[in-house]
């Protein structure tokens, strides 16, 4: 590359699986298990980031309820962590969020929350504001 270090070999094929990938989305994973492998490898090495974001959300892939939380609580006011939270709260298990909510991160799990414009996420902060347990910028948040 111009200017700058050369792109390895590896980052290379993740860019151009990433763009094959956006060209798949929405086919049915459970009827192509050949792309359906190579999804969830891909899905592993882009972890933490946007793209495992859009991939989860693409494809609707269920059971990535923590990783989604992470990126959410790591970016909360970003588009990212709004739409990790987004997914989070469209899979209807509440848990995991709950649990993110008694965690030391709690404060960008909140922001996030509030950052999605989703209903679904009053009553998981409702409880939050008078607990008089939690520190005072949590509830103020909240």
């Known amino acids: 590359m111009f200017g700058g270090e050369p792109e390895s070999p590896e980052a290379g094929r ?3 699986n990433l763009e094959a990938l956006s060209r ?4 049915d994973l459970e009827a192509n298990p050949a792309v359906k492998a190579v999804v969830l490898k891909l899905l592993d090495q882009v972890r933490g980031t946007p ?8 494809f609707k892939i269920q059971g990535q ?13 970003g588009p990212s ?6 997914l989070v709260l469209e899979s209807g ?7 993110a909510l008694a965690a030391t991160n709690a404060a960008g799990v909140v922001e996030a929350l509030g950052n999605t414009g989703e209903k679904g ?5 409702r409880p939050i504001v008078p607990d008089r347990s939690r520190p005072v910028e949590l509830r103020k948040k909240a």
Do not use: H, Y
Request: zero cysteines; proline letters at 9%; hydrophobic letters at 55%.
């Open 14 to 16: 993740r860019a151009i």
């Open 24 to 27: 798949l989305k929405g086919i």
């Open 51 to 58: 793209q495992f974001v859009e991939i989860v959300r693409d």
């Open 65 to 77: 309820a923590e990783p989604l939380l992470a990126i959410a609580a790591k970016d909360p006011a």
């Open 81 to 86: 962590g709004a739409e990790a939270m987004r």
């Open 93 to 99: 298990d509440t848990n995991p969020v709950l649990s």
């Open 121 to 125: 996420m009053v009553p998981l902060l």
